[in-house]
């Protein structure tokens, strides 16, 4: 059997056990959230307040789409036609062209070509959110951000072009299998370390003060049967208005974060309820979950860009002899950009699924579908967001259910629906 007939296997059998996970994992099955209830949540919000949240919707349009279809665009250009070559080589001039300056340096300039292209997409979007008053950022630190997050995408980027040409160089047949452990273990590693390591770069955590709140959740995480060492706030009110909670890392670097604006903005039993939501993803591990799958995910596409190594006629147009050379990066790019907008929806569906059942969570572990309700009524309003937004969007992008779909499932959940 030749490479290619075992990277193509490889290949198969990675997308049926990436199916067979996610079908066995996966909470397909969701709580009703019937879309009476829906409407009669929607007619019972301010009108003022929905008008509001459509109006920030429709001005932040045109600079996300705008920022998307850039970035798509540049990306093609760049890796569809020799000129990202071209650059990639230019870039590894000075060094002699050595591979190292090439993968590292190549790849950054690439990279930063897009970044550069989509940046007046990004000043738009600061303007909207700074004139709906949902940012708090003066230019500054709203630059010192985007420089961090920079600079934290160059050093994650840098070491994974690292990895790949060397391995692309040491193996020039075998790559592939190396590189689709090492994409998977990347992946397992960066969801283990973020919340460590990078999250920390960006905001300021700190326990929750001792007091009735936080002996409250304690005792809800341990009636849950979930082990929680500590419960973290966020400097998020640096930034934002908007209020929000997660859970990040697992195992050891597992925590439960509450932004600050959430103890200001909210009630005590809203963010009862909120960390009963986020107690939901970790009993139900969904942290790893998202970490497994999106670890499969990685390992096939390695294997699916060196088989699509074996169309002459695309190497050609990106100007290249072969996927492992660093001067295919901008042709790397433009596969994985295509990619990752046509797995959006699957990935978004998966997500919006995992949420309903954490909000169901919720419901059951507090009892309480009034203050959930009232939880998401807030969320709403503080944040702007849509509570019914397009149904073309939602499929697209949306990570959460709606806030009318979430209003609506703790309804049914007061009526014994299930
Ligand atoms: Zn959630």
């Known amino acids: 059997m030749t490479p290619r007939l075992w990277a193509a296997c490889a290949l198969g059998v990675l ?19 019937p879309r009476a209830d829906q ?15 459509r109006a920030f919707h429709s001005d932040l349009r045109p600079g996300s789409y705008g920022a998307m279809a850039v970035g798509l665009l540049a990306a093609l250009v760049l ?20 591979w190292i300056a090439q993968a590292v340096l190549g790849g950054l300039v690439i990279v930063l070509v897009v970044e550069v292209l989509t940046l007046p997409f990004a000043v738009w979007r600061h303007t909207v959110v700074v004139r709906y ?22 050093v994650i980027g840098g070491l994974a072009l690292l990895g790949f040409f060397t391995v692309t160089r040491l193996a020039p047949r075998w790559w592939w299998a190396f590189g689709a452990v090492g994409a998977a273990a ?33 005792s809800l995480a341990a009636r849950d049967g979930v082990p929680v060492r500590d419960v973290l706030v966020a400097d998020a009110s640096r930034r934002t208005r908007a209020v929000n909670a997660y859970v990040s890392g697992f195992g050891p670097t597992r925590r439960i974060v509450v932004y600050d604006t959430m103890l ?12 009963a939501h986020e107690l939901g993803h970790a009993q139900r591990g969904d942290v790893v979950t998202g970490t497994i799958i999106g670890a499969l995910g990685a390992a096939a596409a390695v294997i699916a860009l060196y ?5 002459g006629w695309l190497l050609r147009l990106a100007g290249t002899e072969s996927m492992g050379e660093p001067r295919t990066i901008a042709l790397l790019l433009a596969l994985v ?11 978004a569906l998966v997500s919006r699924r995992i949420e309903a059942r954490a909000d169901a969570h919720a419901l059951e572990l507090t009892g309480d579908a009034a203050t959930f309700e009232a939880m998401q009524r807030r969320l709403g309003s503080v944040n702007l967001s849509d509570p019914d937004p397009p149904t073309w969007e939602h499929l697209m992008f949306a990570s959460h259910p709606s806030t009318v779909e979430r209003m609506a499932a703790a309804r049914a959940y007061a009526r014994g629906e299930r």
């Open 133 to 154: 008053d949902i940012s708090t950022q003066t230019w500054g630190p709203w630059a010192v951000d985007l420089a961090k997050s920079y600079a934290v995408g160059a």
């Open 15 to 33: 997308v049926l056990a990436l199916i067979a996970y996610a079908a066995t994992v996966v909470p397909w099955h969701r709580p009703p959230a």
């Open 337 to 347: 950009s295509v990619a990752g907008l046509l797995g959006g929806p699957a990935q």
């Open 79 to 98: 890796g569809l036609t020799p000129l990202g070559a071209r650059l990639v080589s230019l870039v590894g001039r000075p060094f002699g062209d050595h």
């Open 264 to 275: 200001t903005e909210a009630t005590p039993e809203e963010v009862v309820s909120v960390t």
């Open 39 to 53: 409407l009669e949540a929607l007619r019972g919000l301010p009108g003022d307040q929905v008008e509001r949240a």
């Open 307 to 311: 088989l699509l190594g074996s169309l």
């Open 186 to 218: 990347l992946v397992v590693l960066l969801s283990f370390v973020l919340p460590v390591v990078v999250e920390p770069i960006f905001n300021k955590f700190t326990p929750m003060a001792q007091g009735p709140l936080r002996t409250e959740l304690m």
